[in-house]
């Protein structure tokens, strides 16, 4: 372990950048009393007022009520009604000060340089710890840069970290993501205005699907409705880079999982196409991992009589690119692709363009009696099974075997 006592500026010399005791942000103005939730302590996003004229963070005073009680936290006066009036003057006050704060360029590089440091393996881990101690670090104060356009880039930059270092407790990346919901509008918003950035601003889109991840994870079905964030995932997992399209894949994979409607809506925006290019793409850049997860997706998406008319319409590269990935992306991956395969070779009785693409496929026979008769759960093996009962009539010799016996035929691979 590094020595913890050494000086601030050794450490500055280290990574070569500006001395960060002059970008001590923890000496920012200090927000007035009444811009902090009585409840939480913390600056509000989402002022919202009781019948006792008390205000409160809508997040804080929504779990208090939830839980039965029927008081005002900070009077105890008995509610009569429960109704939360938002606190529009305050609000704008407070995006006011936010805006100051944050927006000057006296204040911005401080922020832009705590993310550097703090993600810099060469820093002490005791100065990082003084740095998390920073009221710029706050939850309630980094949800605020979600507010500002000019601040959307940073807000990502610095919440995806936070979220992602081990020095950070539990308890407060909870506290981050439920700062994050309180307004959940501005937070979409914000991403949306990163993920729309184009390749040269690859690494900020890929920490806004980071931590539109966390998200999704909290509030699936809220966020899937929200089409303008799906259409730029969509766009997102068409990029060359690998990190974009993993990040894409992984909020899709939730997403997707929200339910029928969900997935209709993904699939109109395309993304049969794009995980057909993907999956095309498998030895030029993009590793099998992450064409596994895009493989699970396409299987999601079978889900719904769209997901499956749109893999048939391009049955020709879609099937082809599934059965040729197959062997390629593990067994979780091979699993997925039988289940599309079936999806849409055998379910209702199966679709003819469908089935024509599978034949037509170079060893794709041969693919589906190694899984059939690999270490595949009994549900893949059923589904392996019905596939093979479709090809009998089909030219056997375009799918790489002949003859065959399903059940004595063993093949090696190779």
């Known amino acids: 372990m590094r020595n913890r ?24 103005e200090p927000p007035p009393s009444y811009f902090r939730c009585p409840i939480s302590l913390e600056v509000m996003r989402s002022p919202v007022s009781l019948c006792t004229g008390v205000t409160y963070d809508r997040s804080s005073i929504q779990r208090w009520l939830d839980s039965g009680n029927t008081t005002c936290p900070a009077t105890m006066q008995t509610l009569p009604s429960t109704d939360l009036v938002p606190n529009l003057t305050l609000r704008r006050l407070i995006h006011l000060w936010s805006s100051s704060t944050f927006s000057s360029d006296q204040h911005l590089p401080p922020l832009s340089d705590l993310a550097r ?15 998390l101690s920073s009221d710029a670090l706050r939850p309630s104060t980094l ?12 807000a990502v930059t610095l919440i995806s970290l936070l979220l992602s270092l081990d020095l950070v407790d539990a308890g407060r990346k909870r506290s981050l993501i439920t700062a994050l919901l309180s307004d959940l509008d501005a937070t979409t918003s914000g991403i949306v205005s990163v993920l729309k950035g184009g390749p040269d601003h690859s690494t900020s889109r890929v920490a806004a699907a980071r931590v539109l991840e966390m998200l999704i994870a ?16 969509v766009r997102l997992i068409g990029e060359s880079d ?14 997707i999982g929200a339910g029928r409607r969900a997935r209709t809506d993904i699939v109109r925006m395309g993304v049969v196409p794009a995980l057909t290019k993907v999956m095309e793409r498998e030895g030029d850049g993009i590793p099998a991992p992450v064409v596994a997860r895009a493989m699970r997706v396409l299987e999601l998406a079978t889900g ?5 008319a749109a893999i048939c319409a391009e049955a020709e590269r879609c099937v082809a690119a599934v059965v040729g990935m197959m062997m390629k992306v593990g067994n979780e991956g091979s699993e997925a692709a039988v289940a599309v395969l079936w999806s849409v070779c055998c379910a209702g009785g199966g679709d003819r363009r469908a089935r024509e693409a599978a034949a037509a496929t170079k060893g794709g026979l041969t693919k589906i009696l190694m899984v059939m008769q690999g270490d595949c759960s009994p549900s893949a093996r059923k589904m392996a099974g019905d596939l093979l009962r479709v090809f009998r009539g089909n030219d056997r010799s375009s799918m790489g075997a002949s003859g065959y016996d ?3 035929l063993h093949v090696m691979p190779f």
């Open 5 to 28: 006592n050494r000086s601030h500026s050794s450490s500055d010399q280290e990574i070569g950048r500006t001395p960060l005791l002059c970008l001590d942000v923890s000496k920012t």
């Open 117 to 131: 440091a703090l993600s810099d393996p060469t820093v002490d881990e005791a100065y990082k710890f003084s740095l």
């Open 143 to 154: 949800a605020s840069l979600f507010d500002s356009h000019e601040t959307h880039e940073l």
């Open 218 to 233: 909290e509030t699936k079905m809220v966020i899937a409705e929200k089409p303008d964030l799906m259409t730029e995932l």
């Open 242 to 255: 690998p990190e974009s399209v993993d990040a894409g894949l992984r909020c899709l994979m939730g997403i």
């Open 304 to 308: 719904c009589g769209e997901g499956r």
């Open 406 to 408: 399903s059940k004595t």
